[in-house]
């Protein structure tokens, strides 16, 4: 079946550390991936995704990620941390040809000043 | 550019009475929309999606519907709320069939008491 695993439910870093969010995924077939952010009470907000090709994407807000196909994994970083960057990460992997979308359970990330 | 509304933000409703969440999609035309369900500390549940006009596919079965009237309109329903409708509530819509990405509206808080 297909899944999108976070392995990391809670994660707490200090402002300025590094950043890295875990993502895996298990499908038939390389899916499209994304990484989306959700600030407490809000909706979810895009920060990178991956169809195809260089397998380094950059995104939004100094984050990137990525593609590891022999490792199944689209994992999120960033080099320096900032207060604000204290949300709920979500990753997700969709394929060509289907509406659906499957999401992980999410990382809650600190921030710590 | 394209914005998507929900409305209400927050909603405490009791048990056994309707609901009627709203979405509106504003700066696109046929729209895909979906309806998904987050409950706390767990991922998003997609409920709901729809390519057009009164086209609507369920995901998984339970209290509620989906309804849409209109283009860049979608309604989920419920004739009585069960407390484990509780939870908060994402639309989203997306463009392209192929290359797909979910674009996240605000989100609406439901609480039934």
């Known amino acids: 079946a297909q899944s999108v695993t976070q392995p990391d439910i809670h994660i707490t870093v200090s402002e300025g550390a590094s950043l890295e969010l875990r993502c895996n995924y298990s499908?038939?077939?390389?899916?499209?991936l994304f990484w989306y952010v959700q600030s407490p009470g809000q909706g979810l907000q895009l920060l990178l995704k991956?169809?195809?090709?260089?397998?380094l994407v950059q995104g939004i807000k100094g984050f990137e990620a990525e593609f590891k196909r022999s490792q199944s994994s689209f994992n999120l970083r960033k080099p320096s941390v900032h207060w604000s960057d204290a949300a709920e990460y979500f990753c997700?992997?969709?394929?060509?040809?289907?509406?659906?979308?499957?999401f992980g359970t999410g990382t809650r990330l600190k921030v710590l000043a | 550019s394209q914005t998507i509304h929900q409305w209400p933000a927050t909603l405490v409703q009791p048990v056994g009475s309707p609901l009627s969440l709203e979405c509106t999609v504003e700066?696109?035309?046929?729209?895909?929309l979906y309806w998904y369900r987050q409950a706390a500390g767990r991922g998003l549940q997609l409920l709901f999606y729809?390519?057009?006009?009164?086209?609507i596919s369920s995901e998984v079965p339970q209290n509620l519907s989906a309804s849409r009237p209109q283009d860049r309109q979608f309604i989920l329903s419920s004739k009585k709320l069960l407390l484990s409708d509780s939870g908060f509530y994402l639309c989203?819509?997306?463009?392209?069939?192929?290359?797909?990405?979910?674009?996240f509206g605000p989100g609406t808080r439901l609480l039934v008491l």
């Open positions: 989203a819509w997306s463009v392209e069939f192929s290359k797909e990405t979910q674009y």
């Open positions: 499908y038939g077939a390389t899916p499209y």
């Open positions: 991956y169809f195809s090709g260089d397998t």
């Open positions: 997700a992997a969709g394929t060509s040809g289907t509406y659906k979308y499957i």
């Open positions: 700066g696109t035309s046929n729209p895909n």
């Open positions: 729809s390519v057009g006009i009164g086209q």
